[in-house]
Nanobody, 127 residues
Framework: QVTLVESGGGSVQTGGSLRLYCVASGFIYGDYSMGWFRQASGKEREGVATVTARGTSTRYADSVKGRFSIARDDAKKMLTLQMRDLQPEDTGMYYC????????????????????WGQGTQVTVSS
């Protein structure tokens, strides 16, 4: 049974930082690209960052480039998202997700390419 559990969300002021964590279980973690998505109230879910299965390549949404950093620790089966210089528009529920199929090199930011999701962790940035 694939399980993804996020943590680390919270409330910060503009310019602040947070680090999100996702612990995975129930599958061979090193065989799949992983991603972070977010969904603001009343908006569609959007891809934020993704990393390949071996951690050699990453991709970011334009809105977070230079501010967010995705990383994976295969020994701990953990995915992290370091977020800096947070802005009110970064507010939303953040989800960890696993690629739909065995994929070592995928860097898609489309939610349709992911099939397993965590329960989410809320990030709120106030001005």
């Amino acid at each position: 049974q694939v399980t993804l559990v996020e943590s680390g969300g919270g409330s910060v002021q503009t310019g602040g930082s947070l680090r999100l964590y996702c612990v995975a279980s129930g599958f061979i973690y090193g065989d799949y690209s992983m991603g972070w998505f977010r969904q603001a109230s009343g908006k569609e879910r959007e891809g934020v960052a993704t990393v390949t299965a071996r951690g050699t390549s990453t991709r970011y949404a334009d809105s977070v480039k230079g501010r967010f950093s995705i990383a994976r620790d295969d020994a701990k089966k953990m995915l992290t998202l370091q977020m800096r210089d947070l802005q009110p528009e970064d507010t939303g529920m953040y989800y960890c997700a696993r690629y739909r199929t065995y994929n070592l090199y995928g860097l898609s930011l489309l939610s349709s390419d992911y099939s397993y999701w965590g329960q989410g962790t809320q990030v709120t940035v106030s001005s």
